[in-house]
């Protein structure tokens, strides 16, 4: 049966109390960046940034699902509620998805502190790690202590996405060829945590050994933030590894109660404030109506693409707009 | 813009089958919809728990295995129990004519059996969705 549309400032409330219902509809409206939403999200702001925020990046097949799914069941045995956001690339050619992450994660769904939401990269369309941000406050308010973001280590979207969580882990993997592949991917020295994953196979003390002498080699990363990343080998078919991971999370966080936590929460909202100005942007221009008779002199060769594309810049970001 | 129409898949309980789940799949990818599969052997209380957290549009479980009168009652009774009594559910796979009228009646938007042409698949999710309106 339909029922009226709930405006999002009213959903908040539910939200809040973690209805399910509420929290995931409001992620729906984030996600698609509707205008509707974002009184809501500023309201939903002011409340969170209680959670601990981890993302989770690394090549696709190297394991993250099924660690992730891993990770949670030792985060809920230690009393903590946990959200999940797995991230897949969307179709370059649909712009459609499959998302076949929760399939990993099947265990955990009837647990009523956890929380599992899919969300596809939406390709070239932009904006989605600007939402994915939105959907980590909206879960915060939801009262999730952690909050794991899964996404591919590919494509700038992905990569900003773990980048501006509080504590970033880059997995590797053994037999995806013989390089790291966090290296060709370019996202090693993102890492605050290296995970070497699948290590019950035979070949994964070789990726190991790799990986520290990489890091040996200053290929490494957080080190300039006065942490040493460290090198975690788990397996999560033996289930081996998670209780160093758990502590690595600990430690790292009580490193961000320190100065360098400050810096880390100020560089995210830089980037957050980067990212909604852009959305805002893109939306407002794309919606000009100049671009019609502006592109007819253009085609008229009275003017020319980069002029008649200034003036337009200049002409929306003078008008009063508001949000 | 607006956002991709959400559909969640399942196959609920000892259905082994998912040849047709998958094609379903990828035929609504490919139309530019965003799919979330939950694989195989699920019980209802996990399907419409997920349903209820990916917020989906349409909730499409897949049926081979003739149990579909006592796992539809089920999920309808937990959308409810879950706020979600409006989520759109549709229903396919092999199932008797005389079970379809009865799904229809029960609440199942549509039921899409054997040999259903993908476009036909796509056009039932896209007008089902588009007559529901904004959420
Ligand atoms: C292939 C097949 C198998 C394969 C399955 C392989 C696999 N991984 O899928 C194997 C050999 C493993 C198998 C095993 C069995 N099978 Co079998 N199998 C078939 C068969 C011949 C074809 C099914 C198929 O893949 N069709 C092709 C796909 C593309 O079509 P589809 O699934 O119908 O999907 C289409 C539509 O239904 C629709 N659709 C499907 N799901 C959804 C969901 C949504 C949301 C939407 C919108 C649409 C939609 O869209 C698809 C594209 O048009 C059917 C007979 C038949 N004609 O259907 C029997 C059949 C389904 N099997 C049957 C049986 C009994 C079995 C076994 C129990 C046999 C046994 N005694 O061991 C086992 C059970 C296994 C198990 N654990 O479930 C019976 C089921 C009877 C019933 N329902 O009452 C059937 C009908 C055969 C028969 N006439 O008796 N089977
Ligand atoms: N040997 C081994 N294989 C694993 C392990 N974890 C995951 N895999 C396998 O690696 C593949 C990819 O796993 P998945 O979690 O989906 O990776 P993702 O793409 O990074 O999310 C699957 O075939 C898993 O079964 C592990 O601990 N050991
Ligand atoms: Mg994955």
Same mark, same amino acid.
């Given at each position: 049966?339909?029922?009226?549309?709930?405006?999002?400032?009213?959903?908040?409330?539910?939200?809040?109390?973690?209805?399910?219902?509420?929290?995931?509809?409001?992620?729906?409206?984030?996600?698609?960046?509707?205008?509707?939403?974002?009184?809501?999200?500023?309201?939903?702001?002011?409340?969170?940034?209680?959670?601990?925020?981890?993302?989770?990046?690394?090549?696709?097949?190297?394991?993250?699902?099924?660690?992730?799914?891993?990770?949670?069941?030792?985060?809920?045995?230690?009393?903590?509620?946990?959200?999940?956001?797995?991230?897949?690339?969307?179709?370059?050619?649909?712009?459609?998805?499959?998302?076949?992450?929760?399939?990993?994660?099947?265990?955990?769904?009837?647990?009523?502190?956890?929380?599992?939401?899919?969300?596809?990269?939406?390709?070239?369309?932009?904006?989605?790690?600007?939402?994915?941000?939105?959907?980590?406050?909206?879960?915060?308010?939801?009262?999730?202590?952690?909050?794991?973001?899964?996404?591919?280590?590919?494509?700038?979207?992905?990569?900003?996405?773990?980048?501006?969580?509080?504590?970033?882990?880059?997995?590797?993997?053994?037999?995806?060829?013989?390089?790291?592949?966090?290296?060709?991917?370019?996202?090693?020295?993102?890492?605050?945590?290296?995970?070497?994953?699948?290590?019950?196979?035979?070949?994964?003390?070789?990726?190991?050994?790799?990986?520290?002498?990489?890091?040996?080699?200053?290929?490494?990363?957080?080190?300039?933030?006065?942490?040493?990343?460290?090198?975690?080998?788990?397996?999560?078919?033996?289930?081996?590894?998670?209780?160093?991971?758990?502590?690595?999370?600990?430690?790292?966080?009580?490193?961000?109660?320190?100065?360098?936590?400050?810096?880390?929460?100020?560089?995210?909202?830089?980037?957050?404030?980067?990212?909604?100005?852009?959305?805002?942007?893109?939306?407002?221009?794309?919606?000009?109506?100049?671009?019609?008779?502006?592109?007819?002199?253009?085609?008229?060769?009275?003017?020319?693409?980069?002029?008649?594309?200034?003036?337009?810049?200049?002409?929306?970001?003078?008008?009063?707009?508001?949000? | 813009?607006?956002?991709?129409?959400?559909?969640?898949?399942? $196959?609920?309980?000892?259905?082994?089958?998912?040849?047709?789940?998958?094609?379903?799949?990828?035929?609504?990818?490919?139309?530019?919809?965003?799919?979330?599969?939950?694989?195989?052997?699920?019980?209802?209380?996990?399907?419409?728990?997920?349903?209820?957290?990916?917020?989906?549009?349409?909730?499409?479980?897949?049926?081979?295995?003739?149990?579909?009168?006592?796992?539809?009652? $089920?999920?309808?009774?937990?959308? %409810?129990?879950? $706020?979600?009594?409006?989520?759109?559910?549709?229903?396919?796979?092999?199932?008797?004519?005389?079970?379809?009228?009865?799904?229809? $009646?029960?609440?199942?938007?549509?039921?899409?059996?054997?040999?259903?042409?993908?476009?036909?698949?796509?056009?039932?999710?896209?007008?089902?969705? %588009?007559?529901?309106?904004?959420?």
């Amino acid at each position: 049966m339909a029922r009226p549309y709930i405006p999002s400032l009213d959903l908040i409330e539910p939200a809040a109390r973690g209805e399910i219902w509420a929290v995931a509809r409001l992620i729906s409206r984030a996600e698609a960046g509707q205008p509707e939403v974002r009184e809501a999200i500023g309201e939903i702001y002011k409340r969170a940034g209680a959670a601990h925020v981890i993302g989770i990046t690394g090549v696709p097949g190297s394991g993250k699902s099924t660690l992730v799914s891993k990770l949670v069941r030792k985060l809920l045995d230690a009393g903590e509620r946990v959200a999940v956001v797995a991230i897949d690339p969307s179709s370059p050619y649909s712009g459609g998805s499959i998302l076949g992450d929760r399939i990993r994660m099947s265990d955990l769904v009837l647990d009523p502190n956890v929380f599992i939401r899919s969300m596809a990269t939406r390709g070239a369309v932009g904006g989605m790690a600007h939402a994915a941000l939105d959907v980590v406050d909206i879960l915060d308010l939801a009262g999730f202590d952690k909050i794991i973001i899964e996404t591919v280590g590919v494509g700038q979207d992905e990569v900003e996405i773990a980048k501006s969580s509080h504590t970033t882990v880059v997995v590797s993997a053994p037999g995806l060829g013989d390089e790291i592949q966090a290296i060709k991917a370019g996202i090693l020295e993102i890492a605050d945590l290296h995970v070497v994953s699948k290590c019950d196979r035979s070949d994964a003390n070789r990726t190991l050994t790799d990986l520290k002498m990489m890091l040996k080699d200053g290929l490494g990363g957080a080190l300039t933030r006065g942490w040493v990343p460290p090198v975690i080998g788990t397996s999560s078919y033996d289930d081996e590894g998670f209780d160093e991971l758990v502590d690595g999370f600990a430690r790292h966080l009580a490193h961000l109660e320190g100065p360098a936590g400050q810096a880390r929460r100020e560089q995210i909202s830089v980037f957050r404030l980067k990212k909604a100005a852009e959305a805002l942007m893109l939306e407002m221009l794309r919606s000009d109506p100049s671009f019609e008779p502006e592109g007819k002199r253009v085609a008229a060769r009275q003017t020319d693409p980069y002029t008649a594309a200034s003036g337009i810049v200049k002409h929306f970001s003078t008008e009063k707009t508001h949000v | 813009m607006s956002a991709p129409i959400r559909v969640l898949l399942a $196959k609920v309980g000892l259905d082994g089958h998912d040849r047709g789940v998958k094609v379903v799949a990828r035929t609504l990818r490919d139309a530019g919809m965003d799919v979330v599969y939950t694989g195989l052997h699920r019980t209802p209380e996990e399907v419409v728990t997920a349903a209820v957290q990916e917020d989906v549009d349409v909730l499409g479980v897949s049926l081979l295995s003739g149990v579909q009168m006592t796992v539809f009652p $089920k999920i309808f009774a937990l959308l %409810e129990q879950h $706020k979600v009594g409006d989520m759109i559910v549709i229903a396919g796979g092999v199932m008797p004519d005389e079970d379809v009228e009865e799904l229809k $009646k029960m609440g199942v938007a549509e039921v899409l059996l054997q040999d259903t042409p993908p476009q036909q698949i796509i056009n039932t999710l896209t007008s089902l969705v %588009e007559a529901r309106g904004a959420r």
